[in-house]
């Protein structure tokens, strides 16, 4: 871990070195650390795409990829070769300028979450004083490029998809929102660091772990996965609202999808379980070390529910998120609210 | 202050470069195989000719979930910062949420009671 902060501190050095003034330094730097975690998306994009398949076969007592080199890691390859080279159609009916933008908006939408994710001490692109809000708000902009894909492919599936997506992501993001509330409420502050730091004693999925579960459901409906995959159900929507897409725009469908995976995933880590902090005293293990197993953890959970649980029917999933969800989470800010009184009353 | 978001701006412009690259590279790699011809641009509905239009007026059976989702999304931004300074301003932050969230309440239990939450 602190070799990666040295070495951004050399870099910065160096840049400055040749003349740039402080702020023109941080900046190039920031340029340089967002590039560091494209690469790390990328990267978790192909290798989970694979786990995924893999893990899947398995839940299923398949064999699933495993021709191209020892356990199928060939596959990964392949199957970027593949998306690059793939012929882009644009549907002669299509909204093209709307279509071609979508792909990209949502992109960048799911690498801005990154912004402010924390991978070690001091790791992170920029330790906003409103993190978590931050992306909650990034997070919610992601509805628009779906329903801007969904409009613009000219496709009766994707226009459903499209709709179904933003009725499910608005609806969900409350209660992830509340959810994420009790821990400001515990920490005093939305900043990262400060919330991680907060942990070093007791992780927050002690003292709000239904605030967990509940922040749990609400991003995997959040990130459109099963069982909450209704904008894209593959049996009766085919693809949802990336139906039109094909080649590399839907490899940046898929990409914004995984990296918005594992952004929750992250999120989860950092506000529940410790983040960087390494439990049981571990801290001869790097902070970075503990926080991607915690991550591989969470994401796991996510291929696990997803390959466990049936779909829900669309009202069903509306009526779970508003008279369950909400109403629950509006009870653990209470409840958490007069707990953290009572206790200060208690310790003085 | 501002270089931090001067970084959250420099994050939003790679996150548009590097798509990008991408479909440039895409596009030197299928420059060989393309050849768009109009079946293949047809819209992909099950195989079929589509039907009729796709930009039509249509009932989307959440409109009521969206003006309450407003009201709540409202709330939730007075919420963070009420969360921040809880600790420090005791008893009357408690007080003063208890109201904040009973009126919230009672005005979810009215839309609720009006059936604004069933899906029609």
Known sequence: MKFFIDLANSMRAGIEGMGASATTAEIILTA?????????????????????????????????????????????????????????????????????????????????????????????????????????????????????????????????????????MISYEIPMVFSLLGVVMLTGSMKMSDIVAAQENMWFIIPQFIAFFIYYVAATAEINRAPFDLPEGEQELVAGYFIEYSGIRWALFMMAEY????????????????????????????????????????????????????????????????????????ANIVVTGIGIYVYRMITG | MLTSYAGVVVVLIIGFIFPGILLGISRILQASHRNPTPVKLQTYECGLETQGETWVQFKISYFMYALVFVAFDVETIFLYPWAIKFQSLGLFAIVEMFIFIAILVIGFWYAWKEGALEWM
């Open chain 1, 32 to 168: 340089i650390t967002t590039l560091a975690v494209v690469i790390f998306i990328l990267l978790h994009v192909v290798v989970l795409l694979l786990a995924e398949r893999r893990l899947s076969a398995m839940f299923q007592l398949r064999l699933g990829p495993n021709r191209l080199g020892p356990l199928g890691i060939g596959q990964v390859i392949a199957d970027v070769v593949k998306t690059l080279g793939k012929e882009d159609i644009i549907p002669a009916g299509a909204d093209k300028f709307v279509f071609k933008l979508a792909s990209t908006t949502l992109f960048a939408t799911a690498l801005l979450a990154w912004a402010v994710i924390p991978f070690g001490n001091g790791m992170i692109i920029q330790d906003l004083n409103i993190g978590i809000f931050y992306f909650i708000a990034i997070g919610s902009t992601a509805t628009i490029s779906v329903v801007m894909g969904g409009w613009a492919s000219n496709n009766k599936y994707a226009l459903i998809g499209g709709m179904r997506g933003v009725a499910q």
């Open chain 1, 259 to 330: 990296a918005n995976m594992v952004a929750v995933s992250a999120i989860a880590v950092t506000m529940f379980l410790g983040g960087w902090n390494a439990p049981f005293g571990l801290t001869f293990i790097p902070g970075i070390v503990w926080f991607l197993i915690k991550l591989y953890l969470m994401l796991f959970t996510f291929f696990w529910v997803r390959w466990t649980f049936p779909r829900l029917r669309v009202d069903h999933l509306m009526h779970f998120g508003w008279k369950f969800m909400i109403p629950v989470s509006l």
